[in-house]
């Protein structure tokens, strides 16, 4: 058993021994100069750009009776959202693959839903004709959209990828505050009026984390992929009795983290690189 035991630590420690040789191998071409080590965007450039997003969600039909079911017995109902995002932003690489910048930032969504419990085809059988129409319950018949603008201050370090002149990575912090705009109100139906409007405002501020891969085009172009990896926030948002029908004031705050705070994924982005000027 105590020889079992020796065997079986020697052939851990050489596993680790070989797998950290190809692994050191991979970093020392990052930073090795004679391995590949290449300046993806040198010091004093700066880059202009836009980077923009666009999720679309859709669940179930616009029909009478259409909607997601579970297993064919639960119909949860339908809806649809869209949710977008656009931002011209601006960096100036104050050392070689390392760039402070500014951003400026337009995002919201529309969302519609009907959304409803429907138990007949699981209890109908048990109730008669009369009562089948309580088994159709209604969780939220409603729209929301929200318009939201913001800044952010961005700090963002690039990797040549392998030595490449074309290819590479990047990561990127992001300190941000926006303030949002929010609208919703029960979908009429057979010409019903609006009622039960809800206008909500609020703020909020925290921390973002991207990593993504950029590609150099031609004629000093960059074409940027980014996906949010983590990020925090802060917000308050308040209701006012003024702008709604609602007999109080009200308000809330929270604070959150999650992996993507906006529930956009990737987001595209093209900017234009203008090289430092070169001593005469």
């Known amino acids: 058993m105590k020889k079992l035991s020796l065997l079986i630590a020697s052939l851990i420690v050489c596993l680790a021994a070989n797998a950290q040789s190809p692994i050191k191998k991979i970093m020392e071409r990052f930073d090795d100069p004679e391995r590949g080590h290449s300046v993806f965007i040198e010091k004093g450039s700066r880059t202009m750009g836009i980077s923009g997003s666009y999720r679309n969600l859709r669940a179930g039909g616009t029909e009478a009776g259409d909607g997601f079911s579970i297993l064919s017995l639960l119909n949860m109902g339908s809806g649809q959202a869209h949710i977008w995002r656009v931002a011209p932003k601006f960096n100036w690489f104050l050392a070689d693959d390392f760039a402070l910048g500014v951003r400026l930032e337009y995002s919201g969504y529309r969302v519609d839903t009907d959304l409803r419990l429907d138990l007949t085809n699981v209890l109908g059988e048990f109730v008669g ?81 991207v990593v993504g891969l950029a590609v150099k085009l031609r004629e000093g ?32 705050s929270s604070f959150k983290i999650a992996r993507d705070l906006d529930l956009i994924g990737i987001q595209i982005a093209y900017s234009r690189v203008i090289a430092p000027k070169k001593k005469k």
């Open 129 to 209: 004709p009369e009562d089948k129409e309580a088994l159709n319950v209604t969780i939220s018949n409603r729209h929301w959209h929200q318009h939201s603008g913001g800044f952010a201050v961005t700090a963002r370090k690039y990797l040549s990828f392998f030595g490449s002149k074309t290819f590479g990575v990047f990561g990127e912090g992001m300190l941000f505050a926006r303030y949002a705009a929010t609208t919703s109100y029960p979908i009429p139906k057979n010409g019903e009026e609006l009622t039960q409007r809800r206008f909500n405002q609020g703020i909020g501020v925290g921390l973002k984390g």
């Open 221 to 252: 172009s960059l074409i940027t992929a980014g996906i949010p990896i983590v990020g925090i926030e802060y917000s308050y948002t308040l209701q006012d009795k003024k702008k709604n029908d609602i007999p109080n004031k009200a308000s809330m």
